[in-house]
């Protein structure tokens, strides 16, 4: 079935460096392509979405940009902090409807 | 604030024993969705509703697997004889009928069958 494909699985950096999580996926219907966070012992949260209208998506540190040609899509967290370590998960919505799928997650750990 | 719960949020049991897990979507929120999260498979949508009628029920297996929303506030996930391989954290999420809001997940039950 269609899938979404995650990068890396695991990513350290540096307190203040830049973090990029890569995602692809194969359904090309999909136009919805959100971003969680998971905190150790509770749910994922949403922290930024985009939709196949729109190519980037900025908040505060936190971006996103989507190629819908190439049909990969990133998060760019700039100025990391150790509270933004956590798992993060990218999803893309199966064809134009309610649900997602997930990408397998990538557990981000920033060092002071 | 408004947040999905869900009961009980660990459960242990022996094999082949009935599970239930419960939830209860945010007020206003028609749209319930039932995932499974274990570290092999990562999240995997199991089931959803809308208005409580079942949408789309193909990630979960049929012959022990069961999912109702009985009424608006409160969604059920059965599992019935369980098995060591049901072991992982169920989450419950919610949104409005709008498509494309966010999914507001609750904070999952543990289940662990030995």
């Known amino acids: 079935g269609e899938n979404v494909e995650q990068h890396p699985s695991t990513l350290s950096v540096q307190e203040g460096d830049s973090a990029v999580i890569k995602c692809t996926y194969s359904d090309s219907a999909s136009n919805y392509f959100p971003w969680y966070k998971q905190e150790l012992g509770k749910g994922p949260q949403l922290i930024i979405d985009?939709?196949?209208?729109?190519g980037e998506k900025k908040d505060q540190r936190i971006a996103v940009t989507l190629n819908k040609t190439a049909k990969h899509f990133s998060l760019h967290i700039t100025e990391t902090q150790p509270e933004d370590s956590a798992v993060y998960f990218c999803?893309?919505?199966?064809?134009?409807?309610?649900?997602?799928?997930f990408g397998k997650g990538t557990s981000l750990l920033v060092t002071p | 604030d408004a947040r999905v719960t869900q009961t009980p949020r660990h459960k242990v049991t022996e094999m082949g024993q009935e599970v239930t897990m419960r939830c209860q979507p945010i007020l206003g929120h028609n749209t319930v969705f039932w995932y499974r999260q274990t570290m092999m498979q990562g999240l995997e949508l199991l089931a959803y509703?809308?208005?409580?009628?079942?949408?789309?029920d193909s990630g979960m297996p049929k012959d022990r697997f069961s999912a109702e929303m009985p009424d608006a506030t409160l969604a059920t996930l059965k599992i019935q004889p369980s098995e060591p391989r049901d072991s992982a954290v169920y989450f419950c999420?919610?949104?409005?009928?709008?498509?494309?809001?966010?999914?507001?997940f609750g904070p999952g039950t543990r289940l662990t069958v030995l």
């Open positions: 509703f809308r208005n409580r009628a079942p949408l789309d």
């Open positions: 999803a893309a919505s199966i064809g134009s409807g309610y649900a997602l799928n």
């Open positions: 999420a919610s949104d409005r009928e709008q498509s494309y809001n966010e999914q507001f």
């Open positions: 985009i939709r196949s209208n729109v």
